[in-house]
Nanobody
Framework: QVQLVDSGGGLVQPGGSLRLSCEIS????????LGWFRQAPGKERERAAS??????TYADSVKGRFTISRDNAKNTLDLQMNNLKPEDTGVYYC?????????WGQGTQVTVSS
């Protein structure tokens, strides 16, 4: 199994930045993919960014503004979010896929508002 603990959310003004971090433990060696999903109020959960091997993928809505990175030495997965917009508001979840199972962090709230 894998355990994910995400953190780093908060309130930020439009144009500001936040960095989310996810601590990963358990069967790290067996993880196939990692990423960050988000869910806005009244909307379905969507993938914002992910890493599979050396390949990173971003939703069109965050390209050029968000950067996902993995630190294998620290067993963390970060999401640097720049130039935040009100539509980026939502709960952000760390995610991974391992041995045909999906794992989720508990979620961290990001609110972009003036």
């Amino acid at each position: 199994q894998v355990q994910l603990v995400d953190s780093g959310g908060g309130l930020v003004q439009p144009g500001g930045s936040l960095r989310l971090s996810c601590e990963i433990s358990g069967r790290i060696f067996a993880i196939n993919a990692l990423g960050w999903f988000r869910q806005a109020p009244g909307k379905e959960r969507e993938r914002a960014a992910s890493i599979t091997g050396d390949t990173t993928t971003y939703a069109d809505s965050v390209k050029g503004r968000f950067t996902i990175s993995r630190d294998n030495a620290k067993n963390t997965l970060d999401l640097q979010m720049n130039n935040l917009k009100p539509e980026d508001t939502g709960v952000y979840y760390c995610w991974c896929y391992e041995s045909n199972r999906h794992y989720w962090g508990q979620g961290t709230q990001v609110t972009v508002s003036s």
